[in-house]
């Protein structure tokens, strides 16, 4: 057994909904850069662009590999941003049009954009948010005007677009509005944050955890749970089992995967996997596929 491990809890719905608001208060976007490219099937190419990256599949279908993660299988209406930057493989399955654009965080007190996951994936996003979705098809057609004032018609666009991808991603239950404004509070309790989502598959302990943020066993087990809303084991788990859920769409075997997160067997990622979601990774897998299709 990993040295970190138990089931998640879910979280209350009222506060949930609390800390969503106060996120997306802090959210405030500017835009650097934003054009379109159309991508003929089997093409391999390159995005290195500054700042916040985002991409947003308008037709077709695309594959989108950060450095160091697994690639990520993109279909039409599906959204990602990349809050760390960095470059950025992409290959195309299908003809494809693709929108990209850069962002900056900007205001009084923003979330800093390493609080965020180092990949955002919003799947669906036209079908779960045709208004938003519709936004960016303005968006394109702005950049293609030349009409005065087109800028900033985008840069207003992008700002409520890219507020209404982080919420649906934190509806889902994809991330948590906790982790983000705990990383703001407090730079000590970040740094044991990005550590288990930069190596959640390293064995980490209360302990351990502790020393990064620099405190006692006992401060931080009470810090952690009052900034995130859940213990440091628990937390751990549902990060790993997010990180599980991109690997099997990725197509990642059990092995793999329970080997990258630190289980010592298949049978013991198995049964944390069954815990999280209710189904077998197998079985999880097959209904993510399905639901692609």
């Given at each position: 057994?990993?040295?970190?491990?138990?089931?998640?809890?879910?979280?209350?719905?009222?506060?949930?909904?609390?800390?969503?608001?106060?996120?997306?208060?802090?959210?405030?976007?500017?835009?650097?850069?934003?054009?379109?490219?159309?991508?003929?099937?089997?093409?391999?190419?390159?995005?290195?662009?500054?700042?916040?990256?985002?991409?947003?599949?308008?037709?077709?279908?695309?594959?989108?590999?950060?450095?160091?993660?697994?690639?990520?299988?993109?279909?039409?209406?599906?959204?990602?941003?990349?809050?760390?930057?960095?470059?950025?493989?992409?290959?195309?399955?299908?003809?494809?049009?693709?929108?990209?654009?850069?962002?900056?965080?900007?205001?009084?007190?923003?979330?800093?954009?390493?609080?965020?996951?180092?990949?955002?994936?919003?799947?669906?996003?036209?079908?779960?948010?045709?208004?938003?979705?519709?936004?960016?098809?303005?968006?394109?057609?702005?950049?293609?005007?030349?009409?005065?004032?087109?800028?900033?018609?985008?840069?207003?666009?992008?700002?409520?677009?890219?507020?209404?991808?982080?919420?649906?991603w934190l509806e889902r239950g994809c991330g948590s509005a906790?982790?983000?404004?705990?990383?703001?509070?407090?730079?000590?309790?970040?740094?044991?944050?990005?550590?288990?989502?930069?190596?959640?598959?390293?064995?980490?302990?209360?302990?351990?955890?502790?020393?990064?943020?620099?405190?006692?066993?006992?401060?931080?087990?009470?810090?952690f749970k009052d900034a995130v809303g859940d213990s440091p084991?628990?937390?751990?788990?549902?990060?790993?089992?997010?990180?599980?859920?991109?690997?099997?769409?990725?197509?990642?075997?059990?092995?793999?995967?329970?080997?990258?997160?630190?289980?010592?067997?298949?049978?013991?990622?198995?049964?944390?996997?069954?815990?999280?979601?209710?189904?077998?990774?197998?079985?999880?897998?097959?209904?993510?596929?399905?639901?692609?299709?």
């Open positions: 057994m990993s040295a970190i491990e138990a089931s998640a809890v879910p979280d209350v719905l009222g506060e949930a909904e609390r800390t969503i608001d106060a996120v997306l208060e802090r959210l405030h976007w500017s835009v650097l850069e934003f054009g379109d490219r159309e991508l003929p099937a089997g093409v391999k190419a390159l995005d290195d662009g500054p700042g916040i990256r985002f991409h947003y599949v308008a037709t077709g279908a695309i594959e989108v590999h950060r450095r160091g993660d697994e690639p990520l299988a993109m279909q039409a209406g599906d959204f990602v941003m990349i809050p760390h930057g960095g470059p950025v493989d992409l290959h195309t399955m299908r003809d494809t049009l693709l929108l990209s654009g850069s962002l900056a965080l900007n205001g009084t007190d923003p979330i800093s954009a390493q609080a965020m996951p180092p990949v955002l994936f919003t799947c669906g996003f036209r079908v779960h948010e045709p208004i938003f979705a519709s936004l960016l098809d303005t968006m394109y057609r702005e950049a293609s005007s030349d009409r005065a004032g087109s800028h900033s018609v985008i840069e207003r666009l992008a700002d409520v677009v890219a507020s209404a991808a982080v919420r649906i906790l982790d983000l404004l705990a990383t703001g509070r407090d730079p000590h309790l970040s740094r044991a944050l990005e550590a288990i989502h930069d190596d959640p598959g390293s064995p980490w302990t209360v302990e351990s955890l502790a020393r990064l943020a620099r405190a006692s066993r006992s401060q931080f087990a009470e810090q084991a628990r937390y751990l788990t549902r990060v790993r089992m997010e990180r599980a859920e991109r690997m099997l769409r990725a197509g990642a075997s059990v092995t793999d995967i329970a080997y990258q997160l630190g289980y010592e067997s298949d049978a013991g990622f198995s049964r944390a996997f069954r815990r999280h979601a209710g189904v077998s990774p197998s079985l999880w897998r097959r209904a993510a596929v399905h639901a692609v299709a």
